[in-house]
T-cell receptor
Framework: DAGVIQSPRHEVTEMGQEVTLRCKPI?????LFWYRQTMMRGLELLIY????????DSGMPEDRFSAKMPNASFSTLKIQPSEPRDSAVYFC????????????FGPGTRLTVL | QKEVEQNSGPLSVPEGAIASLNCTYS??????FFWYRQYSGKSPELIMS????GDKEDGRFTAQLNKASQYVSLLIRDSQPSDSATYLC?????????FGQGTELSVKP
């Protein structure tokens, strides 16, 4: 298996632009998580899906952030409009079964908003 | 506010020594605990999971859990330079992981 796939790996954009991050979970995994990592705040959970349904989006910082999972093999995290403080590494992770199992992380997308 | 706290370090140990990483958490309801390792510029990867009080050993790694004290630790025996990384403690609350800030470990040859 190729593992969790994220694209793009790096994104540089200007303030005010729309940014879309993409994630393909490991085939067969039933839960998907979006995280953001910064030096100041560490690794924060933004939102997670179970069987394609959003379960908890309490970590989404603002209405500028939205996430979708239209099917079991694809999810997007969108920021519109982007701001410099959104600069971070965004990770997607997936899991098979319950929350006591291992979360497998993707390689991350490094976002820079100028 | 549920919290997971770790000493940010850096923790520096000589090669061959035991590295001890500590983590405390704020909620007594937590049932499962994890240690992830993250190399610079890479994504986190699971090292150990522990669910019951006591010790759990896997090779050179030992996780220790004390639910009464709300404390979980990771011991790395015979530390190697390749163990140099940031170690993240994570606690499962209601199906989602809450991560600590991580402890940076440096193993000197």
């Amino acid at each position: 298996d190729a593992g969790v796939i994220q694209s793009p790996r790096h994104e540089v954009t200007e303030m005010g632009q729309e940014v879309t991050l993409r994630c393909k979970p490991i085939s067969g995994h039933n839960s998907l998580f979006w995280y953001r990592q910064t030096m100041m705040r560490g690794l924060e959970l933004l939102i997670y899906f179970n069987n394609n349904v959003p379960i908890d989006d309490s970590g989404m910082p603002e209405d500028r952030f939205s996430a979708k999972m239209p099917n079991a093999s694809f999810s997007t995290l969108k920021i519109q409009p982007s701001e410099p403080r959104d600069s971070a590494v965004y990770f997607c992770a997936s899991i098979l079964g319950g929350p006591n199992n291992e979360q497998f992380f993707g390689p991350g997308t490094r976002l820079t908003v100028l | 506010q549920k919290e997971v706290e770790q000493n940010s370090g850096p923790l520096s140990v000589p090669e061959g020594a035991i590295a001890s990483l500590n983590c405390t958490y704020s909620d007594r309801v937590s049932q499962s605990f994890f240690w992830y390792r993250q190399y610079s510029g890479k994504s986190p990867e699971l090292i150990m999971s522990i669910y019951s009080n006591g010790d759990k050993e896997d090779g050179r790694f030992t996780a220790q859990l004390n639910k009464a004290s709300q404390y979980v630790s990771l011991l790395i025996r015979d530390s190697q330079p390749s163990d140099s990384a940031t170690y993240l403690c994570a606690v499962n609350w209601g199906g989602k992981l809450i991560f600590g800030q991580g402890t940076e470990l440096s193993v000197k040859p």
